[in-house]
DNA sequence: GCCTGTGAAGCTATTCACAGCT
DNA sequence: AGCTGTGAATAGCTTCACAGGC
């Protein structure tokens, strides 16, 4: 019910309310949101109805009050179990951010074809080899899995995470990925976001 | 005048064209690019108008052809020079996907805040020192940046790359930055879409 | 005055649907 | 029949604008 745009620019809120609060900022508006957040106060207050928390006219919104809130309203009621597939320095990055920071999302399990990795631990999460991929993901309930892996394997990959009853894919390669109904998918293409900005930096010149 | 939005599309079926090319295949469908591209076929015909080319009832496009014309369309005339910021994990990930694969879209320069990295050539790139950046990008012409450093240190970056005349920048940290308007900026935010893809996978159950 | 919450308007992007071609 | 190219319709997202509150 509330869309996906939504729902990424909540996670964005949700950070900057956490550097607020670091902060010791006790009250926000919604043009303050707006302007860390690279949105509009309108935006904003409209995307925050979905979470049902209320502001006040003078202060704004209470910073800690409407993190709790937007908190409850991302985050699953239970740790969600999440893999990454692919450990070159893409899967690195990827679980270097993630480490220590949602409680609520953990990367419990990494994949890998190159052997001489699988064994490792790797920023905290233990690599295995890609073979055991269906069976690990079946019996410790993982739900959603990143793909940082060449284009060329994506889709096998893919398949055998539909065949183990993923939730979710969230997909690095440069290639989009073809799933049934149900699964969600985002397709994260650094390619053609960088080939997109050379494009507009050539009109306005 | 052509959406960003189609500008990215179009660089996906441009690497779908070339695989079709190595796979020796002379014609192809708008249905088919849009299997492969995640897309529709209306979508791909209404995409293909920004470029041109003219496809035909019986065989398809030319996959040669469209090629071509799809190139014409996205590439600089002239090579476009562009930068990274931050030689870390996703640095070096995006600078091994770029090695070789366009050549008119070079990164030419790497900046980094460490030291011990600076001097060095990774993944064919000489990196510099940050503080030599403003100097570097405006004696190279550099126009287009790719923004791999934290989030605490990205708005700087983006700052110092403006006044040193960037014409587009690629922002990876997990906040958005602000730049004038005239600059060509793309956030990626790769938490937002793994706590989307979070969110949306719990729907589904 | 300056804020929030929200109906209504406006805009952008996608999809439909069909004429035209072979 | 099955495709392309494209006007028209639709869906989705963003912004406007204003009532209501202090």
Same mark, same amino acid.
């Given at each position: 019910?509330?869309?996906? @745009? @939504?729902?990424?620019?909540l996670s964005l809120y949700r950070r900057i309310l956490q550097w607020l609060a670091e902060e010791g900022v006790k009250n926000v508006f ?6 860390? !957040?690279?949105? $509009?106060?309108?935006? *904003?207050r409209r995307d925050l109805m979905a979470v049902g928390y209320e502001g006040n006219p003078q202060r704004g919104y209470s910073v800690s009050?409407?993190?709790?809130? &937007?908190? $409850? %309203? ?10 990454? &597939?692919? &450990? ?8 270097? %951010? ?13 994949? +890998? ?8 631990? *790797? ?10 991929? +269906? @069976? ?16 060329? +394997? ?7 995470? *539909?065949?183990?009853?993923?939730? !979710?894919?969230?997909? %690095? ?8 109904? !149900?699964?969600?998918? +985002? ?15 050539? !009109?306005?010149?």
């Open positions: 019910m509330t869309s996906p @745009t @939504t729902i990424g620019r919604s043009h303050e949101l707006a302007s860390r !957040g690279g949105a $509009t106060a309108a935006q *904003v009050g409407l993190l709790a809130a &937007v908190e $409850t %309203f991302l985050d699953p009621p239970d740790p969600l179990r999440m893999a990454i &597939v692919g &450990v070159g320095n893409l899967g690195r990055a990827i679980l270097a %951010f993630f480490r220590d920071r949602r409680p609520k999302l953990r990367i419990v399990a990494a994949f +890998e074809r190159d052997p001489s990795l699988c064994g490792q631990v *790797v920023r905290g999460c233990p690599v295995n080899a890609i073979d055991r991929m +269906e @069976t690990i993901v079946r019996e410790q309930d993982i739900r959603v899995a990143i793909l940082a892996v060449p284009a060329a +394997e994506v889709q096998q990959v893919a398949d055998t995470l *539909v065949h183990a009853g993923i939730h !979710g894919l969230v997909n %690095f390669a440069p290639t989009p990925i073809r799933a049934p109904k !149900g699964i969600a998918v +985002e397709d994260m293409d650094i390619t053609a976001t960088i080939e997109k900005v050379a494009y507009m930096a050539r !009109g306005g010149v």
